[in-house]
């Protein structure tokens, strides 16, 4: 690890070092504070940390289209954001109707079923037409023209939204059935907490399965290995890329659904913003193009949020620490392309496959 | 050769014909004037902010212009108004591009807006060094409207709104936790914008002058939805009073999110006009029961006309305005419209020519005016520089089922100043 104390002594490395060990002592000297101090009890930390778990779970999911479609294409989907968006904030007004009607409290899981199938296809339309319209006629010219391509599919994606629904906020209905808290020895979870965690983990698994299991998933893993070869296989590339981009939205509409139960107020044409750059700094933390990277990534990055704040930053004595929640979060990013460019569980894609 | 001479011929004539246009003989005012022609209309500039996620104030605050604009038939002196909108966002950068591209428009009488105190910042020295006039309606950060730069004030002529002072607003909601809640100790959030971050400045200090314990004060960044963080901290302190006068969606956010919250069962969540919107009840759900919150009380026949104008002409395709500036805006354009029309000679060529200076004068001696928003009187020192709200049309509300289950806006009023004890002396 300390490279600099052989004989080829490099500045780099040395800084490097250094920031290694103020990190670590700023972490543990914090964190010692915040602990020793009492303030926070360990009932209201599993609270944290449970909340962090779920919001994390929701990162994951959306994480996963960035990844899938970087795997497959090596090119960043910055619109991914507002794929999210899009099922999220069109499903609000099948979730006010279903409310209304009191279809929502009488079958909750079915509503909750028929919220995320609808969501899901708003969304995988979105991201079927953002590819055959936007990326597809881009395909095989300098990697920095689709990333820019993305950038403006995102703002007319946002503005499209805007025009179709108007500009206030919305929210998602409350579901009595995910009222209330689960008492774990004295410790009392949220049961829509639980219940969002344990869909995004289903989710993911069937992702999983996709990608493992089934033919079109081998289809999916032949064409991101060599695009050429699977071509000569027999394989339908341009099918197989419009799949990968339908998957991501769906995962992204069901993102968007499973956030309205957990965090319901909120919703309008800009919020995709924040969650698609979180997502994207949970995909790169993870290991871009791994899908157990991005799901791990996911949820790593929602509980350092939620727990980072009040255990390293109060204790440091750094005031206004919750407003500062992004900043450990994109300092993670930081982080990582420091001293793992390759993510937590990335392979060295740079290599392998550029 | 013989081209260039031409082309240097023409530029010489162009220059010698446009001499009497820059030396503006019938001008006498110190700053200069807007010149509009017999065949011109008048342009009205306005910065607002009409994308991101703070478009729908923007657009609330533009259709009160609009309105007052088609009330008088769209003409002034005679001629058709025109309106620029520029995109101020809620920004320093954005109020400063926006001021930046009205400053170079010199058919620009004078501009409504920004939108946000933010904003005001980055626009107002390029506006003010214009010669220009910037009249807001809804920048409330008290730092706008006070010359001494040493307390943070960034105030400079030309400068104007018809939004109240937060300096009202803050101690307004200190007064009612203490005289009403008989709370002893109160947390305060803030998020990062001047507004929000002032007005939870002056609630403290007002809090604490009247003898109540601030617990905590801390304060949450803008697109945060996870609030369990700061919101356990805040229990861990335990306040009487949580007030957040952060804009939406963070305080839907915040209050259905502390109901959740285990030791803020019963706290009172107070917040502001940053929340002052019919969904701001709707989306919080059963949560928003017994918010109190402070706002723009603005009511009486006009208001109900304008209301009913509103329904029928549509500015912006709603049915209802989407925030609580709208009147503000009416009255800040008709202010401004007013203004202008008092000011201009006309030539006898037909041109109208606008005194800035004079305009200047005109909306800073503007006396019991009677708008939309009450009875206004433009002031000229500071702390209240360029401030024409008096801080009257200000009221607590509180949130009850009805705002909640039926869309019933606004909610009850619970306290205003006629009730206080204290404001005489503040």
């Known amino acids: ?354 | 050769m013989k081209r260039l001479c031409l082309v240097f011929t023409v530029l010489g004539l162009l220059v010698v014909f446009s001499v009497p246009a820059f030396a503006q003989d019938g001008c006498m005012d110190a700053l200069g004037c807007v010149e509009i022609a017999s065949d011109d209309p008048v342009v009205i500039g306005a910065m607002l902010s009409v994308s991101g996620a703070t478009s729908f104030y923007g657009e609330d605050s533009l259709g009160g212009i609009e309105l007052a604009i088609s009330g008088r038939d769209g003409m002034l002196l005679g001629r058709e108004i025109t309106l620029v909108v520029e995109d101020s966002l809620c920004s320093a950068e954005g109020g400063q591009a926006a001021a930046q591209r009205i400053a170079a428009d010199e058919t620009i009488v004078g501009a409504i807006g920004t939108t946000c105190s933010g904003a005001a910042q980055g626009a107002m020295p390029i506006i003010s060094e214009a010669g220009m006039v910037m009249i807001s309606s809804s920048n409330t950060s008290p730092s706008l409207t006070n010359d001494d730069t040493e307390a943070g004030g960034t105030y400079m002529p030309g400068y104007f709104r018809t939004a109240h002072n937060d300096l009202f607003q803050g101690a307004m909601g200190a007064q009612f936790a203490v005289e009403v809640l008989k709370a002893g100790a109160v947390a305060t959030i803030h998020d990062g914008d001047p507004y929000t971050e002032g007005l939870a400045v002056v609630m403290a200090n007002t809090f604490a002058g009247l003898g109540g314990d601030v617990v905590f004060q801390g304060a949450v960044s803008k697109g945060d939805t996870d609030m369990s963080a700061i919101l356990t901290e805040i229990a861990a302190s335990a306040p009487d009073v949580v007030y957040l006068p952060v804009f939406v969606p963070e305080s839907e956010f915040l209050v259905s999110q502390a109901a959740n919250t285990p030791g803020l069962e019963d706290a009172v969540m107070m917040t502001a006009d940053g929340s002052f919107s019919a969904t701001f009840a709707q989306n919080t759900g059963a949560a928003a029961v017994g918010v109190a919150m402070t706002g723009p009380h603005v009511s009486g026949d006009a208001y109900s006309a304008f209301l009913d104008l509103w329904a029928e002409e549509q500015p912006g395709g709603t049915d209802a305005p989407p925030s609580g500036f709208h009147a503000h805006a009416y009255d800040a354009a008709n202010i401004l419209m007013d203004a202008v029309e008092a000011v201009a000679e006309e030539a006898d060529d037909g041109t109208v020519l606008v005194g800035r200076q004079a305009l200047r004068d005109a909306i800073a001696a503007v006396e019991n005016y009677d708008g939309l928003t009450g009875s206004l009187t433009c002031q000229d020192e500071s702390p209240y520089a360029g401030d024409c709200a008096t801080g009257t049309a200000l009221a607590v509300f509180e949130i009850t089922e009805p705002q909640v289950n039926d869309g019933e806006w606004p909610p009850p009023i619970v306290w205003d100043l006629s009730m206080s004890m204290a404001m005489s002396e503040g």
Request: include cysteine.
């Open chain 1, 1 to 354: 690890m300390f490279k600099w104390r052989t004989d080829d002594f490099s500045w780099v490395d040395f800084t490097i070092d250094v920031l290694r060990v103020i990190i670590v002592l700023g972490v543990v000297i914090g964190a010692w504070n915040t602990l020793s101090s009492g303030r926070i009890s360990l009932a209201q930390w599993v609270n944290l940390f449970a909340a962090g778990l779920s919001q994390g779970s929701i990162y994951a999911l959306i994480a996963l289209g960035y990844t899938l479609v970087y795997g497959i294409l090596l090119m960043i989907n910055f619109a991914h954001g507002e794929v999210f968006m899009a099922g999220a904030f069109s499903t609000v007004f099948l979730a006010e109707a279903l409310n209304r009607t009191g279809f929502l409290n009488a079958q909750p899981l079915l509503a909750i079923l028929l919220m995320i199938a609808f969501a899901g296809l708003v969304s995988m339309s979105v991201a079927i037409l953002l590819e055959r319209i936007a990326y597809r006629p881009l395909r095989g010219s300098p990697r920095l023209v689709p990333l820019i391509t993305a950038i403006g599919a995102s703002f007319f994606l946002q503005y499209t939204f805007r025009g179709l629904y108007g500009s206030g906020f919305k929210a998602y209905p409350g579901v009595n059935a995910l009222q209330g808290a689960i008492e774990i020895g004295g410790i009392s979870i949220p049961v829509v907490q639980v219940f969002v965690f344990c869909a995004a983990i289903f989710l993911m698994l069937c992702l999983y399965w996709l990608v493992e299991r089934t033919r079109v998933g081998k289809a999916m893993r032949a064409v991101s290995e060599n695009k050429e070869v699977a071509r000569l296989m027999g394989i339908d590339i341009d099918w197989v890329i419009m799949f990968t981009f339908g998957v991501g939205g769906f995962l992204a509409g069901s993102a968007g659904v499973i956030n309205g139960l957990f965090r319901p107020q909120g919703v309008n044409f800009y919020m995709g913003f924040i969650p698609g750059i979180k997502a994207f700094t949970a995909a790169v933390l993870g290991g871009i193009g791994n899908i157990p990277g991005a799901m791990l990534g996911g949820l790593f990055l929602g509980v350092i949020e939620a727990i980072g704040p009040n255990l390293v930053l109060a204790g440091l004595g750094i005031p206004g620490a919750n407003q500062l929640k992004d900043v450990i979060a994109f300092t993670m990013l930081v982080l990582v392309l420091i001293f793992r460019p390759q993510g937590i569980l990335g392979e060295r894609l740079s290599e392998t496959k550029a």
